[in-house]
T-cell receptor, first 112, second 114 residues
Framework: DAKTTQPNSMESNEEEPVHLPCNHS???????IHWYRQLPSQGPEYVIH???SNVNNRMASLAIAEDRKSSTLILHRATLRDAAVYYC?????????????FGRGTQLTVWP | DVKVTQSSRYLVKRTGEKVFLECVQD?????MFWYRQDPGLGLRLIYF???????EKGDIPEGYSVSREKKERFSLILESASTNQTSMYLC?????????????FGPGTRLTVT
């Protein structure tokens, strides 16, 4: 399974932008970069995904390095509700059956 | 609104008991997954299924079995529960061949084996 490296924890103040980094130096050409997050006492939920170009949706933005060996999830204005564990996952669409490999993720703390 | 439901949020069983964890999804998804989540270890895949009556082992299948008799339902079975199976169990489903390959998760079942 393809590996990602994320910081164990990060902190932010409410209404400030948050940049969550992810390193994936062994990414292959067919790997998509997916982000999920897990709020307290809930199952993980999809946040965003991308292949080469930067992506935006209502939840976040994903910035992908030109060499694709790293990416950054951007929360433009953190809220208390964004406090969660964020997982960066490489997903090979050529692999069977949509398996996702979850690492330990980054625990984001948001201070009021 | 999409929904994955799990039969119990909390469950306490004794060592040696047979335990059934049920998961139901209402999205007509082909793929279904069972994970366990432990502190410091993240989510680990136990079993998954890509069709009715089909199953594949994940990374930690030992001590577990699964059943998928209907498309919407995926059951995880602990044949003889042991204390090291005390964990949070999460079920997920996804549609095959979609753009996002998004997995939808249930709320989880916290199982304690005493």
């Amino acid at each position: 399974d393809a590996k990602t490296t994320q910081p164990n924890s990060m902190e932010s103040n409410e209404e400030e932008p948050v940049h969550l980094p992810c390193n994936h130096s062994t990414i292959s050409g067919t790997d998509y970069i997916h982000w999920y997050r897990q709020l307290p006492s809930q199952g993980p939920e999809y946040v965003i995904h991308g292949l080469t170009s930067n992506v935006n949706n209502r939840m976040a933005s994903l910035a992908i390095a030109e060499d694709r060996k790293s990416s950054t999830l951007i929360l433009h204005r953190a809220t208390l509700r964004d406090a969660a564990v964020y997982y960066c996952i490489l997903f090979d669409r050529g692999s069977t059956l949509g398996r996702l490999y979850f690492g330990r993720g980054t625990q984001l703390t948001v201070w009021p | 609104d999409v929904k994955v439901t799990q039969s119990s949020r909390y469950l306490v069983k004794r060592t040696g008991e047979k335990v059934f964890l049920e998961c139901v999804q209402d999205m007509d998804h082909e793929n279904m997954f069972w994970y366990r989540q432990d502190p410091g270890l993240g989510l680990r895949l136990i079993y998954f299924s890509y069709d009715v009556k089909m199953k594949e082992k994940g990374d930690i299948p030992e001590g577990y079995s699964v059943s998928r008799e209907k498309k919407e339902r995926f059951s995880l079975i602990l044949e003889s529960a042991s204390t090291n199976q005390t964990s949070m169990y999460l079920c997920a489903s996804s549609a095959a061949g979609t753009e996002r390959y998004e997995q939808y998760f249930g709320p989880g079942t916290r199982l304690t084996v005493t």
